[in-house]
T-cell receptor, first 112, second 113 residues
Framework: RKEVEQDPGPFNVPEGATVAFNCTYS??????FFWYRQDCRKEPKLLMS???SGNEDGRFTAQLNRASQYISLLIRDSKLSDSATYLC?????????????FGTGTKLQVIP | DGGITQSPKYLFRKEGQNVTLSCEQN?????MYWYRQDPGQGLRLIYY???????QKGDIAEGYSVSREKKESFPLTVTSAQKNPTAFYLC????????????FGPGTRLTVL
C-alpha cells in the first residue's frame, strides 16, 4: 500500500458544482496534513492545512478522518480558476524532521 | 519580497554533463529540500537539509549531490551518473518544527539531450 494515495482523476465538473476529493494515508502515526494546489507546469502552493476538527476557507472545506485514515477536500461553487491538480501532503510524526509525503495529485477540470 | 528563487527556469544539457541547479531563499528558513517531479507522478525527495553544513539523502539521491554552505542557498548538482535526469526539479524550504509547511520555488525544467 502506498503511503499516500489519491484518485488521479481527472474530475471534470461544470462551473458551480460541488466536488470532493479524498486522500488516504497508511501511517496511523501521521500528525499533520495539508492540501496543496499545483497549476500546470508550476510549483505547488499551500492551499490549506487540515485540522482535526475540520476547517473551512471560503469555498474550500478540509476534513480529517483519523479512524479511516483519510483526509478530504470539498470545493463548493466551482470556478474555472479552480482547475488544477490538488496534492495531499502528510507529515508522518512529530518531533524533529520526518519525511513529508506527497500524494500524486487529483486533477480537477472545471468546465464552462 | 520574501520567497524562493530557482534558476534557470529551463535548462538543456547534453548527456554526460554535470549541471547545477540554483535555489535561494530569503525566508530565513532553516530547512531546505529538493524534489523531482515526473509527469503523472508525485514529488520524490532527492535531498534535504535541516541546517547549514548538514544534509541527508532522500528517496532518490543516487546521481545527485548537494551542498549547504549558507542558510540561504541549497544548490543541486545533477551528475552524469543520474540515468534519467530529464524532469521538473522543485526546491522548497520550511521552518524546522512540525508541522512542516513547505514553500516552493518556481522550479527548473531540465532536459537532457
Amino acid at each position: 500500500r502506498k503511503e499516500v494515495e489519491q484518485d488521479p482523476g481527472p474530475f471534470n465538473v461544470p462551473e458551480g458544482a460541488t466536488v470532493a476529493f479524498n486522500c488516504t494515508y497508511s501511517n496511523s502515526a501521521s500528525q499533520s496534513f495539508f492540501w496543496y494546489r499545483q497549476d500546470c507546469r508550476k510549483e505547488p502552493k499551500l492551499l490549506m492545512s487540515v485540522y482535526s476538527s475540520g476547517n473551512e476557507d471560503g469555498r474550500f472545506t478540509a476534513q480529517l478522518n483519523r479512524a479511516s485514515q483519510y483526509i478530504s477536500l470539498l470545493i463548493r461553487d466551482s470556478k474555472l480558476s479552480d482547475s488544477a491538480t490538488y496534492l495531499c501532503v502528510v507529515n508522518p510524526s512529530p518531533g524533529g524532521y520526518q519525511k513529508v509525503t506527497f500524494g500524486t495529485g487529483t486533477k480537477l477540470q472545471v468546465i464552462p | 519580497d520574501g520567497g524562493i528563487t530557482q534558476s534557470p527556469k529551463y535548462l538543456f544539457r547534453k548527456e554526460g554533463q554535470n549541471v547545477t541547479l540554483s535555489c535561494e531563499q530569503n525566508l530565513n528558513h532553516d530547512a531546505m529540500y529538493w524534489y523531482r517531479q515526473d509527469p503523472g507522478q508525485g514529488l520524490r525527495l532527492i535531498y534535504y537539509s535541516q541546517i547549514v553544513n548538514d544534509f541527508q539523502k532522500g528517496d532518490i539521491a543516487e546521481g545527485y549531490s548537494v551542498s549547504r554552505e549558507k542558510k540561504e542557498s541549497f544548490p543541486l548538482t545533477v551528475t552524469s551518473a543520474q540515468k534519467n535526469p530529464t524532469a521538473f526539479y522543485l526546491c522548497a524550504s520550511s521552518i524546522r518544527q512540525t508541522p512542516i509547511t513547505q514553500y516552493f520555488g518556481p522550479g527548473t525544467r531540465l532536459t537532457v539531450l
